[in-house]
């Protein structure tokens, strides 16, 4: 499970994130909400490691994460999909995602060079990074470089990676903007289908209503940096304060 304990940051005299304690259960996708500079973006960065907070701490499965740079939280199980920058362009896919199960190999359990052992990592990791390309339908393109695959694709590659990477929380913040209207469902499925395994949990921040209806056991609602509301998706869009928070920002016809 991930908690968030009283997690603040300050810029300057701004609270950006004010005091949010929550805590998020593997097997659900709760989806967060709230208007533009509601402090989002912040909350993930402060998650991940992005950011140094102020004040609180970052919890997950009961391990406190808070004085760990943003590369020992990956490895710890936190992963971020980051819009592209995880992925090496001029690699092919398979190659990309043979590094990061390579990564998950790194540190104490990592065995001395010897031959065999070099070997029989090798057969393991490659085999580990074929049967993710199949579970995420990318086995054919395993041999392209990333930079010649379309956009949908890269950003569908990069969860890929934080499969291979083993990540045990799945953050993604506005997965489809940006993205053209053939390239939206891919993201969407593939969160979908994340969805299916029962130990991941998942954050999706995402303004599009009639997806946050279709994907969310859970909404929170961030206003000011602070937390809000925090129930079951019917219940939480109907709340007088959402309805407030929204207006003007994600009016949507009822
Ligand atoms: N690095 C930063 N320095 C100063 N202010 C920041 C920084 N990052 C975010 N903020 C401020 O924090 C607030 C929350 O921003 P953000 O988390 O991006 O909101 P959201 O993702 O909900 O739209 C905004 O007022 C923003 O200007
Ligand atoms: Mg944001």
């Not at 304690?21 to 500079?37: D, M, Q, Y």
């Not at 359990?109 to 070997?119: A, K, Q, T, V």
């Not at 946050?212 to 109907?238: F, K």
Request: net charge negative.
């Amino acid at each position: 499970m991930l908690e968030t304990r009283n997690l603040t940051i300050r810029f300057g005299g701004h609270v950006a994130v004010n005091a949010v304690s929550c805590r998020f259960e593997p097997g659900t996708l709760t989806a967060i909400v709230g208007p533009n500079g509601a402090g989002k973006t912040t909350y993930f960065n402060l998650i991940s490691g992005q950011l140094p907070a102020s004040e609180g701490q970052v919890l997950l499965g009961g391990r406190d994460l808070s004085s760990l740079p943003a590369s020992a939280r990956t490895r710890a199980g936190l992963g971020r999909a980051f819009q592209l920058t995880n992925l090496f362009p001029n690699l092919s896919v398979l190659e990309n995602v043979r590094l990061a199960v390579q990564a998950t190999l790194e540190g104490p359990h990592r065995r001395g060079l010897n031959l065999w052992s070099i070997w029989s990592d090798h057969a393991r990791l490659t085999a580990r990074a074929h049967e993710i390309l199949e579970s995420v339908a990318m086995s054919s393109q395993r041999d392209l470089p990333v930079a010649s695959l379309p956009h949908g694709d890269q950003r569908k590659l990069e969860v890929a990676l934080l499969m291979a990477l083993d990540a045990q929380v799945y953050m993604f913040d506005e997965p489809t903007a940006g993205m053209s209207h053939d390239e939206a469902p891919v993201i969407l499925n593939l969160i979908r289908q994340l969805k299916q395994d029962k130990t991941k949990t998942i954050l999706l921040v995402e303004h599009k209503m009639d997806v946050v209806r279709e994907l969310a056991d859970r909404i929170i609602v961030l206003h000011n940096g602070t937390l809000v509301a925090d129930g079951e998706p019917a219940e939480v869009i109907a709340s007088p304060v959402v309805q407030e928070a929204y207006l003007g920002v994600s009016k949507e016809p009822a």
